[in-house]
Every structure is written in structure tokens, then in C-alpha cells.
């Protein structure tokens, strides 16, 4: 039994001013396009605490930062397909 990915995308105002509120849809929009919704464990989360390189998600405890809704899916890529 595999373990699921957990993907967080940081709402903090700080992530989320910085173009997290068009990342969060990207990323939806992925996982449905690849029917990764079972397999990942997608939700959002508080400031992961490096606003200054934002905006930032965290996929199975890696942070990556930023990107913007296009860049994203070079991540979501490498790190889910
Ligand atoms: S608001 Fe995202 S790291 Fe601080």
C-alpha cells in the first residue's frame, strides 16, 4: 500500500499575494487532468515559513518556490507523473 503524496500549496497572504491563488487552480486543474485526486493528497496549508522566496508548496516535505501557475506544472511533472 503506497503511501500518498502530499502535496500543500501555502495560503498565507504572503505566498497567496505573491500568485498562490492562481497556483491553487493550476494545481487543481492538474490533478484532474491526470486523475491524481485519489492519489495525492493535495490541500492547503498556513506560512511554511520562507515568505521571502514565495510563493512556496511543499511536496512530501521538499519546498519549492517561485514558480507561478504556468512553472508549476514543470513540478507537478517531475514530481507526480
Ligand atoms: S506566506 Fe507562504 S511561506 Fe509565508
Known amino acids: 500500500m503506497g503511501k500518498r503524496t ?8 504572503s505566498c497567496f499575494a505573491r500568485g498562490n491563488k492562481a497556483t491553487l487552480k493550476a494545481i ?3 490533478l484532474d487532468d491526470h486523475g491524481l485526486k ?3 493528497n493535495f490541500h492547503g496549508g498556513h506560512c511554511l515559513g ?5 510563493p512556496n ?3 512530501n516535505g521538499k519546498q519549492y ?3 507561478d501557475e504556468n512553472s508549476v506544472v514543470d513540478i507537478l ?3 507526480l507523473l
Open 65 to 67: 518556490n517561485g514558480f
Open 6 to 13: 502530499e502535496v500543500i500549496i501555502c495560503l498565507g497572504s
Open 77 to 79: 511533472i517531475n514530481e
Open 50 to 54: 520562507s515568505c521571502a522566496e514565495g
Open 38 to 40: 485519489d492519489k495525492v
Open 28 to 30: 487543481i486543474k492538474f
Open 57 to 59: 508548496i511543499s511536496i
